[in-house]
Nanobody, 121 residues
Framework: QLQASGGGLVQAGGSLRLSCAAS????????ISWFRQPPGKEREFVGG????????VYADSVKGRFSIAGNNAKNTIYLQMNSLKPEDTAVYYC????????????????WGQGTLVTVSS
């Protein structure tokens, strides 16, 4: 089970850190990705990490602003979001699949419940 948290309201230019914690499983062997769904739009890939190697992949829209890191002891993945823009407003989800990071939502097996990020201008 995945538990996403950390969303909230922030002004443009601000920062937030989202967390995705796994209970009942370890992330070893898995890729963990963040997706977001802006209001009225489809869910889109934000970035992901291969847990065992630490290799990360990011969407072009967030490169240089967002970063993903993990905490082995807490079995938790973090999405650090800096220089936030109003267009980053969305419900953010974490998701897990075996193996490598891919951008297709249908390839992921487990999803967190989502956390809302609102960026005001």
């Amino acid at each position: 089970q995945l538990q996403a948290s950390g969303g909230g309201l922030v002004q443009a230019g601000g920062s937030l850190r989202l967390s995705c914690a796994a209970s009942g499983r370890t992330f070893v062997g898995y890729a963990i990705s963040w997706f977001r769904q802006p209001p009225g739009k489809e869910r889109e890939f934000v970035g992901g990490v291969i847990w065992s190697s630490g290799v990360t992949v990011y969407a072009d829209s967030v490169k240089g602003r967002f970063s993903i890191a993990g905490n082995n002891a807490k079995n938790t993945i973090y999405l650090q979001m800096n220089s936030l823009k109003p267009e980053d407003t969305a419900v953010y989800y974490c998701a897990v699949k075996w193996g490598t990071v891919v951008q297709e939502t249908t390839r992921y097996d487990y999803w967190g419940q989502g956390t809302l990020v609102t960026v005001s201008s």
